[in-house]
């Protein structure tokens, strides 16, 4: 256990001392984010802080392996397990750092989980079987693929998606490495001692991390820490599948159970999107810490909160590795009691949030924005005599109803277009904030040509708005008028503008 102590401190200490190196290259590289409607922090806080939690927990266990301690040398022996640690850890990280950077499409984030979790599978760490309460052993071979990806896709998303406050998804990994480390100590086989030295070098590396993140954090782990730690708390158990008797167990029950708080509000988010018939991929301000905000808690009281279902959790999920079923059972219904009456208080789940959402449309920004704008815009689309001016009336409308874009195209655009693809955009809009923008698209049949009249907008909970969708269309009906009157001439971008696409 004094290897495992060491690399716990150098984890530490190394991911503690990477964060603020990590912090300036975030500004230089840009990989900063800036406050909308949806995130809960006022200022511009650097991301990428993932790089010193992958740091933190890569670095100290090649320490003890060029020290040549006899726990390190015990984990580094299982050549496939280790490279399909590594390789999908790296891998997932890298892609959290491009999307971080550069920001990525969610079906792409989604790919990449796919093939860092197909990497780990194809080098050993896989889903094979599990011994359940009640039902005993259940082995999911010849399928185990079909199992491990989802068990991989499903814990990296779950920790993304709680990952909304400061110091919130780092705390809840933390609390799901205990677990980890404890049964793994408990089981008193050989092979565990490599989970525990894995789930306690990942537990340094969040601490030192949390020492920067926790409230008011002055840097954010980013999709490269959320996904890198996802991934990491799905992987590690599957460390000790065949090579110690209570590998299965340790492999489903015990993370599945330590990480019931993120689990749960991806499932609820799930369910919430599928019901406002919206695509699972899309953001919203619905999860379980922002209800907790909205209820009137602070984000320092929020986090505890969240912090004590997570070690409710992590209890349960100790009980139900030493407990008789009849233990296990209750602990389930307990815990799964305590976890309803704080969803029920918040009202994250949609039967409960319904009215509230219905009243936050008289309350949103953008639409009494366009309210205000709308009758003005109307009027000037009305008296102009031509489609010189069009461009001009629908910015202006952009910048009163501080809308991030609007956009035009056509499927006609050639020498003979009446609209061609030109496109204005908010300056303080980054490629990011566009993508997870909403956009109210509207179709204008012109004779021989279809123009596409699109307009963006940060929106709290990642809906077009039915008042503001209404108000639009009006909008749209006047420039189709506009676009079909005697003197329309073909509408030309600004020079020095580029059509972009989001």
């Not at 490269?224 to 590690?236: E, N, P, R, V, Y």
Request: charged share 15%; with cysteine.
């Amino acid at each position: 256990m004094v290897s495992t102590l060491t690399a716990v401190i150098l984890a530490l200490i190394l991911s503690w001392a990477a964060t603020p190196l990590v912090r300036r290259l975030a500004f230089v590289v840009g990989a900063v984010d800036k406050p909308t409607a949806r995130r809960v922090h006022t200022r511009s806080i650097p991301r990428l802080g993932g790089l010193a939690i992958v740091a933190g927990f890569i670095l100290p266990l090649f320490i003890l392996v060029a020290l040549q301690t006899q726990i390190a040398v015990m984990w580094f022996s299982q050549g496939s397990l280790v490279v399909g640690l590594l390789a999908g850890g790296l891998t997932i990280a890298a892609a959290g750092a491009w999307d971080d950077i550069q920001g990525m499409r969610a079906q792409h984030k989604l790919l990449v989980q796919v093939l860092a979790a197909s990497a780990a599978w194809g080098f050993g760490l896989r889903v094979e079987s599990v011994t359940l309460p009640y039902f005993g052993h259940v082995s999911f071979h010849p399928y185990s693929f079909l199992v491990t990806i989802p068990w991989f896709v499903g814990i990296i998303n779950a920790v993304n998606l709680i990952d909304g406050l400061d110091g919130l998804a780092a705390g809840v990994g933390f609390f799901a490495c205990v677990a980890n480390f404890i049964i793994a100590y408990l089981g008193g086989y050989p092979g565990n001692l490599v989970i525990c030295l894995l789930a306690a070098t990942l537990a340094g590396a969040i601490v030192g991390f949390l020492f920067h993140n926790f409230h008011p954090a002055t840097i954010f782990m980013g999709d490269t820490g959320s996904m890198f730690l996802g991934f990491m708390l799905a992987a590690i158990p599957l460390v000790g599948v065949g090579t110690t008797k209570g590998g299965t167990a340790l492999a489903i029950l015990v993370p599945l159970l330590a990480l019931g708080l993120p689990i749960f509000d991806m499932i609820s988010a799930m369910v919430r999107r599928f019901l406002a018939r919206r695509s699972i991929f899309s953001a919203d301000r619905s999860h379980i810490h922002h209800k907790l905000l909205d209820k009137g808690h602070s984000h320092r009281g929020a986090v505890l909160i969240l912090y004590g279902l997570s070690l409710l959790f992590t209890v349960v999920s100790l009980v139900a590795y030493v407990g008789r079923s009849h233990e296990i059972g209750l602990a389930l219904v307990g815990s799964s009691a305590v976890l309803f009456i704080v969803v029920r208080a918040a009202g994250s789940m949609p039967i409960f949030g319904a009215r509230a959402r219905d009243a936050r449309y008289q309350r949103d920004a953008t639409v009494e924005a366009l309210r205000h704008a709308v009758p003005r815009v109307l009027v000037e689309l009305e008296t102009t005599s031509g489609t010189e001016k069009l461009r001009g009336v629908l910015e202006r409308l952009a910048v009163e109803a501080q809308l991030m874009a609007v956009e035009a195209s056509s499927t006609g655009a050639n020498g003979s277009a009446r609209v061609r693809p030109w496109r204005w955009t908010q300056d303080t809009a980054t490629p990011q904030q566009l993508r997870e923008a909403v956009v109210a698209t509207f179709l204008i049949d012109l004779t021989g040509e279809l123009v596409e009249l699109r307009f963006r907008w940060d929106s709290e909970d990642g809906t077009v708005h039915p008042q503001a969708d209404m108000l639009l269309q009006l909008v749209a009906d006047a420039t189709e008028r506009l676009l079909r009157g005697p003197h329309a001439r073909p509408l030309k971008p600004r020079a020095q503008e580029h059509l972009s696409v989001v």
